[in-house]
Every structure is written in structure tokens, then in C-alpha cells.
């Protein structure tokens, strides 16, 4: 899952970016409302962590622009502006969430998880088959068996499950796997696929990874 940063205070940006990429989200850091616009505009993001106070655009106008375009974009709000008048604002403005800093990381992490499963399903278990990913303990089973899983393929799994059935394109799963720096030349995405292959499907039946010629990739349990 990708996210945009939008923090003018770098420390603090930092310190998100580093803590969500360590739960294995790809993470964009911008520190102005004119970049967060831009961003936002360029890529599909499946979250927005914005603070309201921004040089160039305040954040209350980023979040009114970005929602007029984009209405199901999760967007949560993280501001030392704590008064009743300002979370009113935020959330009239489209904020789905509102956190006030100083803030405690396991609280963001578990806000975000929450935003993240709307939408998609009611439980926190993405599952295929015998395939399930429970996204609150991050941990990833086939056939009752547990499957130890890096950050990347982790965040790679979660993302065909949440598009389970259908066909995804390599640039579909660059803008939601990986960040604004990542090299679309190489071929990491099919090394990691491989990679997931010899995890989830060696050794079981049927097989969910699929390749889609022309396309791109595909986890489902129906024939192809």
C-alpha cells in the first residue's frame, strides 16, 4: 500500500515515513500543500497523511481540492490543531480521520489499518482459497500454515488480495508496492512475484499466482 506524506515539519516527517516503511508501506514525503496537490494528482495513492498548518496551500485547502477530485482517497489528518472548531472543520472539509499531535505511532499505524480496511472488507482477513493474510497481526497463512514473508512481499500479497480476480498491470502494482523512487527499468516486480510463487503456491494446489499475458498478474483460485 502506497502513502503521501504531506508534513511541513521534516523530523516528524521522517519519523512517519520511517515507522510506516518499517510495517512495509511505500511512502512519498511532501512538505508544502502545492506539492501535495501535485502528488496527488501524479499518482494513485491509497492513503494521505496531511497536517493542516502547510507553507504555500493550507492543508484545509489541499484537502477540499484533493476530495473534489478524488472522493475515496482516505484521507486522515494529523494536526496540533486540537480544538473542537478545527476537527469540525477537518472533517467537514473530507477528512475521514483526525489525530492530534503529539501522537503515538501505534495509534497512526493502527488508524491508518482501520482507514485502509474500509471499503474493502468488514474483517481484517483478506482470504483466497486457502490462502488468508489477517492485516491487524500482518501475518500470512496457506493451508493453516504459517508463511514468513519480507516487508515487500508482504505489501505485494496484500495488494493482489485486495484485487483478487482481477488482472493487475506491473505499473498497478509499482504505484501501490513501491515509492516515488523506485526504478521502473529493473525488474523487481517480477523477482518478487517468483519470489512469493516459491512462498504461497510451491508445494500446494491449486495454484493462485497467475501470470496474465500482455498484462500483468493475477491471485485468484478460478481457472485462467
Same mark, same amino acid.
Given at each position: 500500500?502506497?502513502?503521501?506524506?504531506?508534513?511541513?515539519?521534516?523530523?516528524?516527517?521522517?519519523?512517519?515515513?520511517?515507522?510506516?516503511?518499517?510495517?512495509?508501506?511505500?511512502?512519498?514525503?511532501?512538505?508544502?500543500?502545492?506539492?501535495?496537490?501535485?502528488?496527488?494528482?501524479?499518482?494513485?495513492?491509497?492513503?494521505?497523511?496531511?497536517?493542516?498548518?502547510?507553507?504555500?496551500?493550507?492543508?484545509?485547502?489541499?484537502?477540499?481540492?484533493?476530495?473534489?477530485?478524488?472522493?475515496?482517497?482516505?484521507?486522515?489528518?494529523?494536526?496540533?490543531?486540537?480544538?473542537?472548531?478545527?476537527?469540525?472543520?477537518?472533517? *467537514?472539509? $473530507?477528512? &475521514?480521520?483526525? !489525530? %492530534?499531535?503529539?501522537?503515538?505511532?501505534?495509534?497512526?499505524?493502527?488508524?491508518? #489499518?482501520?482507514?485502509?480496511?474500509?471499503?474493502?472488507?468488514?474483517?481484517?482477513?483478506?482470504?483466497?482459497?486457502?490462502?488468508?493474510?489477517?492485516?491487524?497481526?500482518?501475518?500470512?497463512?496457506?493451508?493453516?500454515?504459517?508463511?514468513?514473508?519480507?516487508?515487500?512481499?508482504?505489501?505485494?500479497?496484500?495488494?493482489?488480495?485486495?484485487?483478487?480476480?482481477?488482472?493487475?498491470?506491473?505499473?498497478?502494482?509499482?504505484?501501490?508496492?513501491?515509492?516515488?523512487?523506485?526504478?521502473?527499468?529493473?525488474?523487481?516486480?517480477?523477482?518478487?512475484?517468483?519470489?512469493?510463487?516459491?512462498?504461497? *503456491?510451491? $508445494?500446494? &494446489?491449486?495454484? !493462485? %499466482?497467475?501470470?496474465?499475458?500482455?498484462?500483468?498478474?493475477?491471485?485468484?483460485? #478460478?481457472?485462467?
Amino acid at each position: 500500500m502506497r502513502i503521501l506524506v504531506v508534513e511541513d515539519e521534516k523530523k516528524v516527517a521522517n519519523f512517519i515515513k520511517k515507522g510506516l516503511q518499517q510495517e512495509g508501506y511505500a511512502v512519498d514525503m511532501v512538505h508544502d500543500g502545492q506539492e501535495a496537490l501535485v502528488n496527488a494528482a501524479a499518482f494513485d495513492y491509497d492513503l494521505l497523511i496531511l497536517d493542516l498548518m502547510l507553507p504555500k496551500l493550507a492543508g484545509l485547502e489541499v484537502l477540499r481540492e484533493i476530495r473534489s477530485k478524488k472522493r475515496n482517497l482516505p484521507v486522515l489528518v494529523l494536526t496540533a490543531k486540537g480544538a473542537v472548531d478545527d476537527k469540525v472543520a477537518g472533517l *467537514d472539509a $473530507g477528512a &475521514d480521520d483526525y !489525530l %492530534i499531535k503529539p501522537f503515538a505511532f501505534a495509534e497512526l499505524s493502527a488508524r491508518i #489499518r482501520a482507514l485502509l480496511r474500509r471499503g474493502t472488507q468488514e474483517t481484517p482477513r483478506l482470504r483466497v482459497a486457502d490462502l488468508e493474510l489477517d492485516t491487524a497481526s500482518r501475518q500470512v497463512r496457506r493451508a493453516g500454515q504459517i508463511i514468513d514473508l519480507k516487508m515487500k512481499e508482504y505489501a505485494l500479497l496484500e495488494f493482489l488480495l485486495r484485487n483478487a480476480h482481477r488482472a493487475v498491470t506491473r505499473t498497478m502494482i509499482v504505484e501501490h508496492v513501491w515509492d516515488i523512487h523506485f526504478d521502473s527499468i529493473s525488474n523487481v516486480v517480477d523477482v518478487h512475484i517468483n519470489s512469493l510463487r516459491n512462498k504461497i *503456491d510451491k $508445494g500446494f &494446489d491449486p495454484q !493462485l %499466482i497467475h501470470t496474465i499475458r500482455g498484462v500483468g498478474y493475477m491471485l485468484s483460485d #478460478r481457472p485462467q
